[in-house]
């Protein structure tokens, strides 16, 4: 089995070539330099070189409040570029791993999402990457698509390294409470995505941590996991405005992924743990 990773300098690309690795699988990360999604030709070019049998697609456009002032970007990006990927994999029979997000749906309610819940996308890269999934429902068979959320890693900005350096620098942050879902390590999502691959167990799954919580929650474990004193002070979302408007339920049933035999994920607590403890040996070699 050959894989090829897009969006391999990103927070989950990252940790999935890394996991291929460590499983002794032939893997190819590509990124930016090596292809743009939109471009569809360089995508087959490149993809028909090295004929892989699956393609892990992690590249997208991940920016979601700039999002919302260069909507057309973002949709060739995320639409255009997966359909790109899509026709290339289908080119070689390549099985495609393509990653989603819980912001396909509306956030509202307060019942865990499924994988059959109706889409209802209320931001634009919600739109986007719900374009990504089209196209890959519409043209493909063989593939595995996993919604996932408040995804944390070693390769990128995230919410634990922002609160990690706030929580240094000052006595007192506020961060929401009213928006909860489940934040999830990239080394956990890579290790489902690597378990998955070789099987034959196709379809939609969400994959996150397990255990749900808000932002501001969160933030307190982080604070309390680096030993930091900084306090917290939940505020609603109404008090901190964003260009893109966020899901407040971004719950995610994870019962088909565990019934499928691929779960259940770590719980929250335990992944952050292991992150930054991963965090902080990376910084003391520097
Ligand atoms: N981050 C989250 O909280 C979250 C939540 C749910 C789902 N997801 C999904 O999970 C996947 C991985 O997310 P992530 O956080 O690992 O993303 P990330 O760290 O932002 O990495 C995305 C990668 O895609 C590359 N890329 C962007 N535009 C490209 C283009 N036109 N052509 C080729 N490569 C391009 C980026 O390169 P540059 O850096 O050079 O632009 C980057 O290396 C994405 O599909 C994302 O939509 C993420």
Redesign the pocket.
């Known amino acids: 089995m050959k894989v090829l990773v ?10 999935v070539l890394r996991e291929l690795d460590r499983r002794g699988i032939p893997c190819r990360g ?10 569809g030709p360089a995508v087959k070019d490149f993809v028909r070189e090295y004929m892989p049998d699956v393609i892990v ?8 409040d700039k999002a919302e002032s260069e909507p057309e970007i973002c949709a ?3 639409g255009d ?1 997966t359909m790109n990927v899509v026709r290339a994999a289908l080119s070689v029979g390549a099985k495609l791993v ?6 396909v749906f509306s956030g509202e309610g307060e019942e865990p999402w499924t994988e059959e819940d109706p889409y209802q996308p209320k931001n634009v ?1 919600g739109l986007s ?1 719900l374009q ?1 999934e089209i196209a890959v429902r519409s043209l493909m068979k063989r593939y595995f698509l996993l ?7 070693l ?5 634990v390294r922002t609160m990690r350096q706030l929580g240094r620098e000052r006595n007192e942050i506020r961060v929401v409470d009213d928006q909860v879902g489940s934040p ?1 390590y ?1 080394v956990d ?1 890579a290790r489902v995505i690597c378990n998955m691959i070789p099987t034959e167990k196709y379809g939609i799954y969400h994959v996150c941590n397990s255990g749900w919580m808000s932002w501001a929650h969160f933030a307190e474990l982080i604070m309390a996991e680096e030993m930091l004193r900084c306090k917290v002070s939940p505020v609603p979302t109404s008090e901190y405005p964003t260009p893109a408007h966020r899901p407040l339920n971004s719950r995610m049933s994870t019962r088909k992924l565990n019934e499928a035999g691929f779960g259940p994920m770590p719980g929250v607590e335990d992944a952050l743990h292991r992150y930054l403890q991963e965090l902080a040996a990376e910084q003391r070699e520097g």
């Open positions: 897009t969006g391999a300098k990103g927070q989950l690309g990252w940790d590509t990124d930016v330099e090596d292809f743009d999604l939109t471009d697609h992690c590249a997208a456009y991940t920016a979601v060739r990006v995320n570029g393509y990653i989603s997000t819980d912001y890269y990457k990504g919604r996932t959320s408040w995804v944390f890693g390769h990128g900005r995230n919410f999830t990239t999502l």
